[in-house]
Each structure stands twice: as structure tokens, then as C-alpha cells.
């Protein structure tokens, strides 16, 4: 039986929200869709995201960049309607600057089905022009105080060759035309990079910034668990990386930051665009797992992506069909959904919890009268989980005034399982559509508890590939009076 231990007598750390700085999704022109606004401003509401960061703002699908006749054309009336709609729902972009507008591309290499174009520009200068006139008009429409909230990145995964054709050295270059092109409106607004996957480039992009005297804001790079293995199909990789890999990735780039703000822009269980595991509990045991690893380590850590909304690839219509989203195509929160609204929650004191298992971690998280025990069985694909009772002992509190748990795991905030077992439609109707909202609440239920040797004891069982918050509630202490 995996055993733990907390004295609320003792003094608490900070635990700070740091995944809740931003979160990622597909690309520009999808922000003008009514149904991904509403997604994000529940996101915004119930999970606490700040930032936003999309690919391909500045390419032809979003017309920013044109030629008519021969003459460059203008016009970020698309980006205004995207920066409108978050500064008026209190959250703001962290812009990455990419991808190539048609009319400045060196050549016809594109990503995705949505051809963005890859290629370096065939003149800088124009590339910079483009940008300042960017930020110029941003600051112009939003104020220079709002403005200097924002993020500016350059440029998405420059060391792989299926997002851009260049050399490091052109993208060394397209960083100083960036970074001196928004510098120019505004000294005080934030550029950094180098945006790579696998938290490559970093000691080289600061090394060229710091010969070429070009400030560097921010530090920002990308890793997924199945970075590590490049052979095999996703399970594979899953089961032969270690554990903590996500951490020790965290580490190294932090290390290579320089003591700079470090994001990690993009990160989730795995880099498969349509693998069944996201939308499962492995999703959120094994994500609650990473993110409560990296206390202290990153500024921000974004998830790839809040929504199914989603068109790399194609745009799907399979409710549950793998995709990176928190939320699937109608709203739906999944189960790594439910453990990002659990981790919300939970308030910004951590406990010292003392035990240890091979699949089970516990930790405890104050807030004002309000404390939970964040538990999470969880094992990588391969490896050997199955339902542990666990016992956790409390000294030093007082007698709780509630107590009751929230759980995800195949029983329950599992809306994938009770799609299956409706029968899987592919399109959904609006009963279907609020049986499965239904299905994913979290619910509290109650959970007894004792008091041995002047200890409270709480036992419950914890499921494989789960997620559960134990919460007691506490009497606020008495005022004392003049």
C-alpha cells in the first residue's frame, strides 16, 4: 500500500502556475472561427490562460502581405479582428512571427495542408519592413502599455527541415531583422527565440545574439516525451523514454538559458497529431505528472493545443479522434481537460508530502482554509500500473468541516468512453453533444476520513492512469477582537 505523509504545521513554498501562462493552438485564420473564440474564452475562464500562441499569422492565409500590380499591399484588418477578440476577453498573443508571406519567399517549400510557405525571405530588409509596420500598428491600436505585455517570436522550429529551408545562419539573420525591426517602434517590447524543437540551438542562438549585440528578451523552445526516440510508432517511443524526461529537458535548457526567462511553447504528451491517448486518462495522469515536476524550472509552458480545433493535417470531424486539444471538436473537456481545471484549483502553497512509490505521487497544495491532496498513478505505456490503495496521514490539523474527492479516470470525467459506448457516432447531435458534457464533469463525491493518535487518516483507492484531488475544507480561524 503506498503510504504518505503531511504536518500542516509546517511552512509552505510558493507553487506557481506557470502552465497557466499560455497555451498554443493551430493557426491564425482558425481565431476567426466563432466556435475556437468560445473555446478559448472557456479556457481563459475555467483553466486560467494568459497568452495564446498560433503559427502563420503573417502568410498569405491571413492576407497581411500581398502584391497587387506589382505593389505591396498591406493589411492586418484579419490580425486585428484576432487581437481584438483576446484583449477583450483579458488575454493577449504571444506572437510568433511566422510564417513566410508568398510575395517575400526565396521559394515554394510549405508545410502543412495549409501550404504555409518555409523558405527564408529573398530580402531581408523587406521581411523587416514588415514586422516594424507589424508592431507599428499594434501599438498604434492597442496602446504601447498593453503592447508591452505581448510576446514576439521568431519563427517556429528553424532546426528542422520540414519548417524552414534555411541555414541556422539565415535564421540568426531573420532574427536580428526581427528583433531590430520591433525595437525600432519600442525599445521596452519583448523578442526572443530561437522557437526550436528539442530545446536545440539555444547556447548558439545567445552566443550570436551576445556577438552581434542584440538584445534577446525571452528564451523559447519545444519538447514532447517522444523527442527522445525517433524510431517506432508512438507506444513504442512513449515506453522506451524515461520517465522524467520532460524534466530533464527542462533542466538542460534552463541551464543554456542563462538565467533568462525560459517557455517552452509547445509541449504535450507526445508530438502525434492523432494518437487515442490524448483523449484518455493516460492524458491527464501523465501530463499532472510532468507539470508538477517542474516547479522553479521554466516561466511558461505551453500546451499543444487548447482545441481539436485543428487543420495541420486536415480538419477532422471523429468527435474523439486523437487530436492535441484539452477540448475536442464541440467543447468538450477531455481528461487532461479536467486535471489542468484540477491544477487551477488548487492554490499557490505547496506542502512538503514525505513517501514514495513507483506509480503513485502525492502532493499537497494549500489554499486559504482549503487543502488537497493532488494524487496521480500514472506509468508510461509498457510498464507495469495497476490500482493501488493509498493511504495518506495528516498531523497537526484541525478536524475538516468537508472532505471529498474529484477524480479522472476510466469511470469518471471520461467522455470518450461514454462516446463509445453511445455507439461513436462521427457527427453529434445537440442531446449527444450535452450527454457527453455531462460525462466529463468533475464531481465531488464524499470521502470519509478518521482520526488515529491524534492523526486524520484518509484511505481511498487510486485506479492506474488516474488523477484524483482530495480536498478538506477547514473552519476559517476565529477573528480575534480589540
Known amino acids: ?64 502581405l500581398v502584391s497587387q500590380q506589382e505593389k505591396l499591399i498591406y493589411s492586418f484588418f484579419n490580425v486585428d479582428q ?45 521581411w523587416e519592413t514588415l514586422i516594424h509596420k507589424l508592431a507599428q500598428h499594434c501599438v ?26 534555411g541555414t541556422r545562419e539565415d535564421y540568426f539573420k531573420l532574427y536580428r531583422h526581427s528583433v531590430e525591426a520591433i525595437k525600432s517602434v ?12 528539442q530545446t536545440a540551438w539555444i547556447e548558439e542562438f545567445l ?54 526567462p525560459l517557455y517552452f511553447t509547445e509541449w504535450n504528451i507526445s508530438s502525434d497529431p492523432h494518437h487515442s491517448l490524448h483523449d484518455e486518462p493516460f492524458a491527464a495522469a501523465y501530463a499532472t505528472h510532468i507539470l508538477m515536476s517542474l516547479q522553479g524550472l521554466v516561466d511558461g509552458y505551453s500546451f499543444w493545443t487548447f482545441s481539436d480545433i485543428f487543420e495541420e493535417n486536415y480538419f477532422p470531424s471523429i468527435p474523439f479522434h486523437g487530436g492535441f486539444g484539452l477540448l475536442n471538436l464541440h467543447g468538450i473537456p477531455k481528461p487532461v481537460y479536467r486535471a489542468f481545471q484540477l491544477l487551477h484549483q488548487l492554490g499557490d502553497e505547496h506542502l512538503k508530502v514525505d513517501g514514495q512509490h513507483d506509480t503513485v505521487e502525492v502532493w499537497a497544495i494549500r489554499k486559504g482554509n482549503q487543502l488537497s491532496f493532488l494524487c496521480v498513478n500514472h506509468a508510461l505505456p509498457g510498464h507495469s500500473i495497476s490500482t493501488e490503495q493509498v493511504e ?27 462516446w463509445l459506448e453511445m455507439g461513436s457516432s462521427e457527427y453529434l447531435d445537440a442531446l449527444e453533444v450535452e450527454q457527453l458534457q455531462a460525462s466529463s464533469e468533475l464531481i ?39
Open 1 to 64: 500500500m503506498p503510504t504518505f505523509a503531511c504536518d500542516l504545521s509546517q511552512p509552505s513554498d510558493a507553487f506557481e502556475h506557470f502552465w497557466e501562462h499560455t497555451v498554443g493552438s493551430g493557426h491564425a485564420p482558425l481565431a476567426l472561427r466563432s466556435d475556437w473564440q468560445a473555446q478559448m474564452q472557456k479556457c481563459h475562464t475555467e483553466l486560467g490562460f494568459q497568452y495564446v500562441r498560433f503559427h502563420d499569422l503573417l502568410s498569405d492565409s491571413m492576407g497581411t
Open 82 to 126: 484576432v487581437m481584438d477578440f483576446l484583449v477583450t476577453i483579458g488575454m493577449h498573443p504571444f506572437v510568433e512571427l511566422s510564417f513566410m508571406p508568398q510575395v517575400l519567399a526565396s521559394g515554394s517549400e510549405t508545410v502543412f495542408r495549409y501550404e504555409a510557405n518555409i523558405t527564408p525571405p529573398k530580402d531581408f530588409k523587406q
Open 140 to 165: 498604434e491600436r492597442y496602446g504601447l502599455e498593453e503592447v508591452r505585455q505581448w510576446f514576439f517570436e521568431t519563427w517556429n522550429e528553424p532546426n528542422l527541415k520540414a519548417f524552414w529551408t
Open 186 to 197: 519600442d525599445a521596452s517590447l519583448k523578442v526572443g527565440g530561437p522557437a526550436t524543437a
Open 207 to 260: 552566443d550570436y545574439c551576445e556577438r552581434s549585440h542584440l538584445p534577446v528578451d525571452f528564451v523559447t523552445t519545444h519538447y514532447y516525451p517522444t523527442d527522445a526516440f525517433s524510431e517506432g510508432d508512438t507506444d513504442k517511443k512513449l515506453a522506451s523514454a524515461p520517465r522524467d524526461v520532460m524534466r530533464e529537458r527542462a533542466e538542460i535548457a534552463k541551464r543554456q538559458a542563462r538565467r533568462m
Open 392 to 418: 495518506i496521514t495528516l498531523a497537526n490539523s484541525p478536524e475538516p468541516k468537508h472532505n471529498y474527492i474529484r477524480r479522472i479516470d476510466e469511470q469518471h470525467a471520461n467522455p470518450r468512453q461514454a
Open 444 to 482: 465531488k463525491e464524499p470521502q470519509p476520513w478518521s482520526r488515529i493518535e491524534g492523526n486524520i487518516k484518509l484511505d481511498f483507492d487510486l485506479p492506474a492512469h488516474s488523477v484524483a484531488a482530495m480536498t478538506l475544507e477547514f473552519e476559517p480561524p476565529e477573528r480575534k477582537t480589540k
